[in-house]
């Protein structure tokens, strides 16, 4: 079975500030996917990225950068110089091509930006 | 406009009635999901389908049916059975329902039984 963790519950920074999001995953499958989404207040979840097991690098898009380290079964994710937009919760998941293939998530970690 | 819709935003329902949620999908994705969130919590599979005609339960199917005749469409039922039916609903497809394609989401729906 597979399992994610998000320990951090919510995150309080203000603005401008950087911030990393915890992710830890759990999986004795040897391929697969690492996401995360982004839910606003309007409730709908956005895809962020995927990233494969077999893809190490990191990635960085605008203020976004991704940590994938196997050894450390981690997925972090940063935000550089925050901003009142990045207010949300944000969830890491994993999928796996063996079984049912659906998306299992952590429990999610708010994030609120204060001005 | 390419997406998944999911209607009514809010719907209110008296305890012991069945009731029906809507997901429509534009996107010709084969494989739908419905996950159902509760407050502080991430999100749990219901039901999911990987082709027409086909549907599997996942983790919390108890007191959900679901049927998927289109590709579309894959409506989901809140059935009198399902114990704590308050939460919100989420609907999502994928191409082609392998693990390796990131899930789309609908807008949700939010049950409030009482």
């Known amino acids: 079975a597979q399992k994610v963790t998000q320990a951090q519950t919510e995150i309080s920074v203000v603005e401008k500030e950087d911030v990393t999001l915890d992710c830890v995953y759990e999986?004795?499958?040897?391929?697969?996917?690492l996401f995360w989404y982004k839910q606003p207040p309007s409730g709908e979840l956005v895809f962020l990225i995927r990233?494969?097991?077999?893809?190490?690098q990191n990635e960085i898009s605008g203020r976004y950068s991704w940590n994938f380290q196997k050894s450390t079964s981690s997925f972090n994710f940063t935000i550089t110089a925050s901003q009142v937009v990045d207010s949300a919760v944000y969830f890491c998941?994993?999928?796996?091509?063996?079984?049912?293939?659906?998306?299992?998530f952590g429990s999610g970690t708010r994030l609120q930006v204060q001005p | 406009d390419g997406g998944i819709t999911q209607s009514p935003k809010y719907l209110f329902r008296k305890e012991g009635q069945n009731v029906t949620l809507s997901c429509e999908q534009n996107l010709n994705h084969d494989a739908m999901y419905w996950y159902r969130q509760d407050p502080g919590q991430g999100l749990r599979l219901i039901y999911y389908s990987q082709i027409v005609n086909d549907f599997q339960k996942g983790d919390i199917a108890e007191g959900y049916s679901v049927s998927r005749e289109k590709k579309e469409s894959f409506p989901l039922t809140v059935t009198s059975a399902q114990k704590n039916p308050t939460a919100f609903y989420l609907c999502?497809?994928?191409?082609?329902?392998?693990?390796?394609?990131?899930?789309?989401f609908g807008p949700g729906t939010r049950l409030t039984v009482t």
């Open positions: 999986t004795r499958d040897t391929t697969y996917y």
């Open positions: 999502a497809s994928s191409v082609p329902g392998l693990a390796a394609y990131e899930q789309y």
């Open positions: 998941a994993l999928s796996v091509n063996t079984g049912r293939r659906a998306l299992t």
């Open positions: 990233r494969n097991s077999f893809d190490e």
